[in-house]
């Protein structure tokens, strides 16, 4: 594979890199709001020897944690909406559909080789083969875009 096909490789998959690290944050979320609803409440009662006492309960800096988590999640579909349009834009300027479908099977629906060829009823070694010359246009169009 070329410099130019790695390239343009590396720039289509990174919408799947995005949704990958929304599918973790929003895991995470999930697991956060678990244990803030399994939190016991504080022991009002409890007096410490030693250290300071605070009236805060113990979940509230879970509870802050997920609000930011929250924010980041927003930010990231925001992200992963524009980056998706972008892509998307790239793909549908290919010169002919079997080349669009590849790169939107594989680009956008995150689809498997042996998927991408049984949707498309050719044999995976001509998938492979449309998936090269559309990695070679989309790496000359950012190169026109760079310049």
């Avoid at 972008?86 to 042996?114: C, G, H, Q, S, T």
């Avoid at 001509?126 to 998936?131: E, T």
Wanted: aromatic residues 4%; neutral net charge; charged residues 30%.
């Amino acid at each position: 594979m070329t410099d130019q096909q790695l390239s343009a490789q590396k720039y289509l998959g990174r919408l799947h890199r995005l949704e990958e690290l929304l599918a973790s944050n929003l895991d995470e979320l999930e697991k956060l709001g678990e244990i803030s609803t399994s939190i016991s409440s504080p022991k009002w009662t409890e007096t410490k020897v030693m250290g300071t006492h605070t009236n805060e309960p113990r979940f509230a800096s879970v509870l802050v944690r997920i609000t930011d988590l929250e924010k980041e999640v927003e930010a990231d579909i925001a992200k992963m909406i524009d980056l998706r349009a972008e892509i998307r834009d790239i793909i549908n300027r290919m010169p002919n559909v079997k080349a669009i479908l590849v790169l939107k099977y594989r680009y956008i629906e995150f689809l498997k080789w042996e998927e991408i060829a049984q949707r498309m009823n050719l044999p995976l070694n001509q998938i492979h083969n449309i998936h090269r010359n559309a990695l070679l246009r989309v790496g000359s169009m950012m190169e026109g875009k760079a310049a």
